[in-house]
């Protein structure tokens, strides 16, 4: 989850490489037809990374029921909740929201356990940094963060 006054495709590229980094490529992502997702730079990126791309049709959030899902109860439990004094508050606020909504808060489609316990469950291992080569090298910034931060993953939370 980033934190950011706007977002430009070279901002969502940051985002997708530090993410594939964690997690590994995906075989399609699932996004609005915004031009930070359908520029030529995220096109290519997909392209070269064997990601399909599944866009939602305009006015048809219901194409993409699970992120709407999600994006409803953080507006309505952070963003609605919340009046941010600076954008470093309103990342700390994210992320504790975050680790709740992952580790703590029961959700009715998966039985009711939280989603870290659930992938847990499934005996699949946990994931590792470098799980995918990428043709693009992350900002700076991106790059620092993957290298020098614990994720939850893997501090086994």
Partial sequence: ??????????DVL????ELMLIRGTPRHIRSDNGPEF?????????MQTDVNTLYIEPGSPWQNGYAESFNSRFRDEVLNQESFADLAEARQVSAWWKNHYNHRRPHSSLSYQPPARFAASLGVPPL????????????????ESVITTTTLIEAGT
């Avoid at 359908?38 to 997909?46: G, N, P, R």
Wanted: hydrophobic share 50%; aromatic share 6%; proline share 10%.
């Fill in 38 to 46: 359908i520029a030529k730079v995220i096109q290519v990126f997909l």
């Fill in 1 to 10: 989850m980033e934190a950011r006054r706007s977002f430009k495709a070279t």
């Fill in 14 to 17: 940051d985002v997708l490489c």
């Fill in 128 to 143: 590792r940094l470098g799980a995918a080569p990428l043709p693009c090298t992350p900002s700076r910034p991106a790059i």
